[in-house]
Antibody, heavy 124, light 110 residues
Framework: EVQLVESGGGLVKPGESLRLSCADS????????MNWVRQTPGKGLEWVSC????????YYADSVKGRFTVSRDDGKNSLYLQMNNLRDEDTAVYYC?????????????????WGQGTLVTVSS | QSVLTQPPSASGTPGQGVTISCSGS????????VNWYQQFPGTAPKLLIY???GRPSGVPDRFSGSKSGTSASLAISGLQSEDEADFYC???????????FGGGTKLTVL
């Protein structure tokens, strides 16, 4: 069974940076599109970014475009989210979630499984 | 304000059925499949329905999804107390080039 484990969350000040990681325990990480989704405490889900298998296609939500960078290291079965110039409104639990495999179009993907999440708090 | 519109709450008594709606537009639900996620307090979301009406292994057939035009629905029959959770719809949006979620619906089993 695939298990995703996020790490790297913490408390930072506005304007600072943080790098999140997501480790995949499975053996087929490279074949899958991967996503980051965040959830403000007590609020709904907000998709953040998606990176395709092979990294050919990368998408970002407008709210993070230009500040966040998604990447992956298939040799380490890991997904990353580099977050720069953090703002108060970036405070959230960040989940990584697997999308479809390389044969599918990203628009047709569903997210399964999800990691347990890592909390990012941006506060002065 | 979420791109996809869901009612903030829904409720029913044990054994009853309930339907949760998800309204979008031609650029998201009208163009792409809808997926539904279930989230219990303090836990990560979990896939409930994929590609409008698919049920992952392990999801009871009491849960069903449908889509028509720019709207989708999640139907739950034979409500059980353990169904109490938040439910989210999601679809890819062509205009935004990103995944959009509904605001979520909190289901209460009375």
């Amino acid at each position: 069974e695939v298990q995703l484990v996020e790490s790297g969350g913490g408390l930072v000040k506005p304007g600072e940076s943080l790098r999140l990681s997501c480790a995949d325990s499975g053996s087929t990480f490279s074949s899958y599109n991967m996503n980051w989704v965040r959830q403000t405490p007590g609020k709904g889900l907000e998709w953040v970014s998606c990176i395709s298998s092979g990294s050919a296609y990368i998408y970002y939500a407008d709210s993070v475009k230009g500040r966040f960078t998604v990447s992956r290291d298939d040799g380490k079965n890991s997904l990353y989210l580099q977050m720069n110039n953090l703002r108060d409104e970036d405070t959230a639990v960040y989940y990584c979630a697997r999308g479809g495999d390389f044969k599918t179009q990203i628009r047709d993907n569903w997210l399964d499984p999800w990691g347990q999440g890592t909390l990012v708090t941006v506060s002065s | 304000q979420s791109v996809l519109t869901q009612p903030p709450s829904a409720s029913g008594t044990p054994g009853q059925g309930v339907t949760i709606s998800c309204s979008g537009s031609s650029s998201n639900i009208g163009s792409n499949p809808v997926n539904w996620y279930q989230q219990f307090p303090g836990t990560a979301p979990k896939l409930l329905i994929y590609s409008n009406n698919g049920r992952p292994s392990g999801v009871p057939d009491r849960f069903s999804g449908s889509k028509s035009g720019t709207s989708a629905s999640l139907a739950i029959s034979g409500l059980q107390s353990e169904d109490e959770a938040d439910f989210y719809c999601a679809a890819w949006d062509e205009r935004l080039s990103g995944l959009v979620f509904g605001g979520g619906t909190k289901l209460t089993v009375l």
